[in-house]
């Protein structure tokens, strides 16, 4: 809980894109609570307050708009950019906290480019 203060608990509904437009998509959630919609490539990511989670999923549904997954993760509050040595090192890290059995999730702050992760998949 020592850094619990760089991140917020947010809901997080992840929507295809398919032929579906970012308008579309906003005029769907945003009367729903929705506070932003990120544009992850191939995907929306519809983020919200926990509290809103319900109100934005039933809003898709009802607009007849398929999604992924809902969540309520915790979400950074700023990301750290990080090179490849650090990216290396955190995914080290991660790795290793995924094996531990007392660790139920994990969250990072660190924001690992496109082309950091292109030079560590090498």
Known sequence: GSVSYLFNRKG????PKGELTEDDLMLAVLE????EINDHGDSFEVVSE???LVAVRTAL???GIDYDSAESPLVPTMFVPVDEEAARK????V???EDCDDV???YTNADISDEVMA???E
């Open 104 to 106: 139920q999730e994990i």
């Open 119 to 121: 030079l560590i998949d």
């Open 61 to 63: 549904q009802n607009a």
């Open 50 to 52: 926990p509290t809103d």
């Open 90 to 93: 955190v995914l080290k890290l």
């Open 32 to 35: 729903a609570g929705a506070e």
């Open 95 to 97: 790795d290793v906290l």
């Open 12 to 15: 997080v509904v992840i929507v």
